[in-house]
Each structure stands twice: as structure tokens, then as C-alpha cells.
T-cell receptor, first 113, second 114 residues
Framework: LAKTTQPISMDSYEGQEVNITCSHN???????ITWYQQFPSQGPRFIIQ???TKVTNEVASLFIPADRKSSTLSLPRVSLSDTAVYYC??????????????FGAGTRLAVHP | NAGVTQTPKFRVLKTGQSMTLLCAQD?????MYWYRQDPGMGLRLIHY???????AKGEVPDGYNVSRLKKQNFLLGLESAAPSQTSVYFC?????????????FGPGTRLLVL
């Protein structure tokens, strides 16, 4: 199982771009990189997933370099409502019913006015 | 379409008491999961189920039992609660054959064991 390392916390201000980097040196060939967002008193919510290069959706962008040993979640122009914990997960997403994904401690993002 | 619901939302138990947490989903998903989340930590998988009538152990199964008698329900039982089981419990579900991005989580059950 690929272990991930991400900053414990980050601070930003409204309107800024936020980049959260995750290290996963032992990523395997079949592993995907998935990011979840969790608001206080709620369950995690999927935000983006990728295998290599760049993925973009209406919420965020995910940048993955060629060696895939790290990834960066980019949140454009954050607002107060983006204050949450962000989890980087690495694993084989098609591994049957068993989630081999590991939720680490995540990165606590605080957005200030 | 309520998605994934959990009952109760909050419960206080005394050491040694038993209780059952209920997870229900109305999306006809085959896979269901129970996680626990402790302060400052991520989610850890307790048990999971790949279909009605089947269950399997996750990372931290000790002290818990589960049952999946109906496809839409996944029950988590604590036979003899311990203070170490104080946590927030999340249920999740996902359709078979789909990737992890299709996994949906419930709102959580906060359990305090005294």
C-alpha cells in the first residue's frame, strides 16, 4: 500500500489559489491518486482523481508529474466555504469491493476573509 | 433520493453496553463500508460488504460485528462497548464495478463511551 505524506495544515485568504502537495514515493503501477474533501461534521466527499499529467473539473485541478511520486491539488480562488480537510489517497481503485485506499490525517485548510 | 443515511446521529454509552448503528442507502449499491474516524486522524476501515449476506473484515475489526441482511442496510454492532470505541463512525456505499470516485459517505454517527 502506498503511503502518502501531506502538510498537516495550510492557511489562505479568500480569492487566492491554494496548492496542496502530496508525496507518494511508493506508488504502484495500478494505483490512482484520489482527493477527498471533508467538512466538519460531514463524511468525506470525492473531488478529483487522476493517473498522470493533469485532470481538471469544476471544483479543482490535479497535477501529476511523470514519475507520479507526488501530486498537487489546486483550488482556484478559494472562498470561506473551501475550509475543510483534504485527503490524498493512493490505491488501486478497481480492487474489487475492498477499499485498499488509506485515509491519512489529511491537510486542514483554513481560508480567512 | 436520500443517498446514505445513518442512525443515530449521536449516542452516549456506558462501558459494557451494546448498541447497533444502522446505515441505509437507496442507490442500490452493492458495496457498503463502515469506517471510524478519530480526532486528527483519517478514516480507518472496520468492516465491509460486497453484497447482501456477505461481510468481511477491514483494518480494525476487533470489537465490532456487522450484518448485511438486506442490500440497502448495513448494521454495525458493538457487543460490549469500550472507551476506545469513542469515535465518529461513517458508513459508505459504492456500486459494483465502479471506481472509488463513486463512493458516497453518510453524515456520520458520533459515539461516546464512558
Amino acid at each position: 500500500l502506498a503511503k502518502t505524506t501531506q502538510p498537516i495544515s495550510m492557511d489562505s485568504y479568500e480569492g487566492q489559489e491554494v496548492n496542496i502537495t502530496c508525496s507518494h514515493n511508493n506508488i504502484a503501477t495500478n494505483d490512482y491518486i484520489t482527493w477527498y474533501q471533508q467538512f466538519p461534521s460531514q463524511g468525506p466527499r470525492f473531488i478529483i482523481q487522476g493517473y498522470k499529467t493533469k485532470v481538471t473539473n469544476e471544483v479543482a485541478s490535479l497535477f501529476i508529474p511523470a514519475d507520479r511520486k507526488s501530486s498537487t491539488l489546486s483550488l482556484p480562488r478559494v472562498s470561506l466555504s473551501d475550509t475543510a480537510v483534504y485527503y490524498c489517497l493512493v490505491g488501486d481503485i478497481f480492487s474489487g469491493g475492498y477499499n485498499k485506499l488509506i485515509f491519512g490525517a489529511g491537510t486542514r485548510l483554513a481560508v480567512h476573509p | 433520493n436520500a443517498g446514505v443515511t445513518q442512525t443515530p446521529k449521536f449516542r452516549v454509552l456506558k462501558t459494557g453496553q451494546s448498541m447497533t448503528l444502522l446505515c441505509a442507502q437507496d442507490m442500490n449499491h452493492e458495496y457498503m463500508y463502515w469506517y471510524r474516524q478519530d480526532p486528527g486522524m483519517g478514516l480507518r476501515l472496520i468492516h465491509y460488504s460486497v453484497g447482501e449476506g456477505t461481510t468481511a473484515k477491514g483494518e480494525v475489526p476487533d470489537g465490532y460485528n456487522v450484518s448485511r441482511l438486506k442490500k440497502q442496510n448495513f448494521l454495525l454492532g458493538l457487543e460490549s462497548a469500550a472507551p476506545s470505541q469513542t469515535s465518529v463512525y461513517f458508513c459508505a456505499s459504492r456500486p459494483r464495478g465502479q471506481g472509488i470516485e463513486t463512493q458516497y459517505f453518510g453524515p456520520g454517527t458520533r459515539l461516546l463511551v464512558l
